[in-house]
């Protein structure tokens, strides 16, 4: 009779129902991670509101987390090494719960932001660890279900994010925005550990990149103020911008030239120079970057302008992600039997073309006018993002899996939260621009209008009635216009990924950690 095999963190490796809720647990931790990217969106005039700032200081609530999360995802490889996989993750889960909970009981912006950032600085390592211990807790024949549990998870979890913060600052108050985490954290880590830990892995005092980690921060921190600043400063007007670029700029080419030369890097930057992954990752953050701002522009169109609630933008928007998660089995399949690059094509090339579709909208759209286009995209979300997975990471060396793994993260991370101000601003932009334009050109039958009528009330209402309709269509050109823009972004993403060559081996799954 065989001896049963002993994992090294003690046990046999789990199996049936306890796999199950171990892929349950992991699963989460990206999701939770993920969702806090967007669950503020819509909170933010509530939050704004109930602390007694303006809107434009609300939106550091998105901010301090973005920065805090990208900062830390690099890292996660050496904690991993210092402290062990498992108990990291399951530390992070229990620290977010508890971060999550303080966010919520804040009575003034500063506390909420510094909390904030703990909540990020907590959740980054959350994102490539579940990815990775999904992948080491699975066989490695369901290397693939693994990799597609974890991509339909950070696909959806932007989506929810509206939908959950958009119910909660409707039906309860924004604080139910950070509680609901804790108790997903809280039992998630309890579980996780108690499943897990037998999966742990043998630990190392490596070394880590101080300078590297500062320089990392700096520059990270300085551009996405500027992004997020930029809008409400008049950008490069402004010497406040002028100086967060020159940071930012001198910084960024600070990291390379020390990342390249230091032996222990924080950031592995050498796996660049194997093409595969490095289209891959343009593919990427282009794709994403388009994505995510999709995600963001739909529930502040809907709400600011086309009269939607909070909770209804957001199931609006859900929809998007009901069929990803059902095409999510197939994406993983699929990657196993066939050339991953073509089904990137395809998931892409799908977004792009739906995108395309809804640049098309008009201001008399219904729920479901605006809900089937992101319902139909879902079925392209999978084949984006667990194929891309897959031809970046088998076109590294196998024991540079770990840091591609952890960079094709933190560049994802980064391209979300410098989406959102781009987008917002290109938005902000074309509508005033749209609003200018149809003005000068209805203006001759404003004043034929005007001058008809002598009581100054009715010309009052003619006037704020038709300026109230040049808003409107100067909003809907203006989304209109920026989906198109996306469409393109899109088009280009998918083409970009025939520049990475096919693969030549298989990814070692079992090795990522």
């Not at 003690?10 to 969702?35: C, D, K, R, S, T």
């Not at 522009?297 to 302008?305: A, E, G, N, S, V």
């Not at 540079?400 to 290109?426: C, D, H, I, K, P």
């Amino acid at each position: 009779m065989s001896k049963p095999n002993i994992l090294p963190g003690g046990g046999e490796p789990l199996h049936g129902l306890m796999l199950f809720v171990a892929a349950l647990v992991l699963a989460a931790g990206n999701f939770i991670a993920v969702l806090n990217m967007t669950i503020t969106n819509v909170a933010v005039p509530t939050i704004a509101g109930a602390l007694g700032v303006t809107t434009s200081q609300g939106t550091w609530v998105i901010t301090s987390y973005a920065v805090a999360e990208a900062i830390t995802v690099p890292l996660t490889g050496w904690l991993a090494g210092r402290f062990g996989s498992v108990r990291v993750f399951c530390s992070s889960m229990l620290l977010f719960g508890l971060f999550s909970a303080l966010c919520g009981v804040s009575g003034s912006m500063g506390m909420l932001l510094f909390m904030r950032v703990l909540q990020g600085l907590s959740g980054g390592p959350l994102m490539p660890l579940s990815q990775t211990l999904l992948l080491r807790v699975f066989p490695k024949d369901k290397a693939a279900a693994a990799t597609a549990i974890w991509a339909v998870t950070t696909l959806v979890a932007p989506v929810m994010g509206p939908l959950v913060g958009g119910y909660m600052c409707d039906q309860a108050s924004w604080g139910w925005v950070f509680f609901i985490n804790v108790p997903i954290a809280l039992v998630g880590g309890w579980f996780g550990w108690n499943l897990i830990k037998r999966y742990e892995t043998a630990t190392e005092k490596a070394p880590i990149d101080k300078i590297g980690l500062v320089l990392l921060v700096v520059w990270v921190a300085a551009l996405q103020i500027m992004f997020d600043e930029g809008k409400d400063k008049d950008w490069f007007a402004s010497s406040y911008i002028v100086t967060l670029a020159i940071i930012a700029v001198i910084g960024f080419a600070a990291f390379m030239i020390w990342e390249l030369t230091e032996r222990h890097p924080v950031v592995d930057l050498r796996v660049f120079r194997h093409r595969g992954y490095s289209m891959s990752l343009m593919t990427l953050v282009l794709a994403f970057g388009a994505f995510f701002g999709i995600n963001v522009i739909t529930p502040l169109w809907l709400q600011q302008f086309m009269n939607y609630t909070a909770t209804w933008s957001g199931m609006a928007t859900a929809w998007s992600g009901v069929l990803a998660i059902f095409m999510g089995p197939l994406a993983a399949i699929l990657t196993e039997k066939t050339d991953s690059r073509r089904l990137v094509f395809f998931g892409v090339g799908w977004l792009a073309l739906i995108t395309f579709w809804r640049a098309f909208g008009t201001t008399d759209m219904g729920f479901w006018d605006v809900s089937i286009p992101l319902l139909v995209m879902g079925l392209g979300m999978p084949f984006f993002f667990v194929p891309l997975t897959s031809v970046a990471l088998a076109s590294v060396e196998e024991r540079e899996t770990n840091s591609a793994a952890g960079l094709m993260n933190f560049v994802r991370t980064l391209a979300g939260a410098f989406a959102t101000s781009l987008v917002q601003t290109l938005w902000e932009d074309r509508i005033k621009l749209n609003h200018a334009d149809l003005v000068t050109n209805l203006d001759p039958a404003n004043q034929a209008m005007l001058a008809g009528s002598l009581d100054p009330a009715t010309q009052a209402a003619a006037s704020g009635g038709l300026d109230s309709l040049v808003t409107s269509q100067s909003v809907m050109l203006a989304t209109n216009q920026l989906f198109m823009v996306l469409a393109v972004i899109l088009g280009i993403a998918a083409l970009s990924i025939w520049l990475a060559p096919r693969p030549a081996r298989v990814v070692n799954t079992s090795a990522v950690h």
